[in-house]
């Protein structure tokens, strides 16, 4: 069975560049825990402000990507807008390039694990999820390559972590695609506003190698017509962190430096369940986060759908 796909990627908003994707995917083989497709996606990366930083210009313009992409999951949970028991598990592994496409050959990996543990008062229960992905181009020297910045990983974004199973998980309180490696944009002459020196800004570029984390803790409100309409609580923590390995970064990956860098974020908030999605209403506190990060402390709303 085929599948056509067209998506626009705007990052403009966080960084320079724009990203249209316009994609076919084949199923290839599909049972209740696994997946095989054969995907063609046409890709454009644009710099529309002409401010892009030395490593989105790059890579700027059209390319055709053919990958190969195997999937297994399993998911024992109760329910996905509100798990209470169970587990869950899935691995994604993605072959990029099969066709001698320059610089878009690459392997993908993703892995995600969940659990959901009930505490028998007040329908609470503790959801908690790890997910880890590397992504390494394919190419003679392979680690001093590059990878596409379209298939790296990011972190950030409104989605709960709890709906989502499918790797790296949300970083609630940060903003999409606004964690990770960065580099200057293009420097334009002239002065700011207040009459100072031009700061160029910052293009994310997502990271090689990515890990995530939350622990989520549900339970009922008080009052019943809260409980009636399924409106309830939630206290989260969620943590990650993203590095570059390509063009030669892995030289200077230090396991302990990864770790003490990790960003992290708590809160409390009220979630509004629907059939089709999960509304969250959510007050975040950056514990952690990096010089160039997009991180703020206040009011996140989100709107989820499992997966």
């Known amino acids: 069975m085929a599948r056509a796909s067209l998506l626009s990627q705007d990052w403009m908003k966080f960084s320079s560049y ?5 994609g076919l995917s084949f199923g290839l083989l599909s049972t209740r825990h696994h997946d095989l497709s054969y995907n063609l996606t046409w890709r454009t990366l644009t710099d529309p402000s002409r401010l892009a930083s030395t490593s989105i210009r790059r890579q700027l313009g059209h390319n055709l990507l053919s990958a190969l992409k195997y ?27 099969l066709w001698d496409n320059k610089g878009l050959n690459f392997f993908r990996q993703e892995f995600d694990a969940r659990a959901a543990v009930p505490f ?4 609470a229960a503790l959801n908690v999820g790890v997910g880890a992905g590397v992504v390494l181009p394919l190419a003679r020297g392979f680690m001093n390559s590059s990878t596409p910045v379209t298939d790296r990983f990011n972190l950030g974004g409104h989605s709960s972590p709890v709906c989502s199973l499918g790797g ?12 990770g490696p960065t580099e200057a944009q293009r420097l ?21 190698l990515a890990v995530s984390a939350f622990a989520d803790l549900s339970f009922d409100l008080p009052l019943k017509v809260f409980r009636d309409a399924g409106i309830h609580g939630h206290a989260f923590l969620t943590a990650g962190n993203l590095v570059k390995l390509s063009e030669g970064q892995y ?34 506190y950056i514990l952690k986060q990096s010089q160039h990060d997009s991180g703020k402390t206040g009011i996140q709303f989100s709107f989820s759908s499992p997966s």
Do not use: M
Request: hydrophobic share 30%; glycine share 12%.
């Open 71 to 97: 999937t297994y999951k399993i998911d024992q949970r109760d329910s996905h807008i509100r798990p209470t028991k169970g587990y869950a598990f899935l691995s994604s592994s993605q072959v990029g390039g």
């Open 251 to 284: 030289k200077n990956l230090s396991l302990d430096e990864f770790r003490r860098s990790f960003r992290s974020s708590a809160g409390v908030g009220i979630i509004l369940p629907t059939k089709l999605f999960r509304v969250e209403v959510n007050y975040c």
């Open 168 to 179: 790296i998980s949300s970083l609630l309180g940060f903003r999409t695609r606004g964690v």
């Open 18 to 22: 724009k990203e249209r994707l316009l």
């Open 188 to 208: 334009v002459p002239g002065t700011s506003e207040d009459g100072s020196a031009a700061v160029p800004g910052r293009d994310y570029l997502g990271g090689d």
């Open 120 to 123: 028998g008062f007040w329908n």
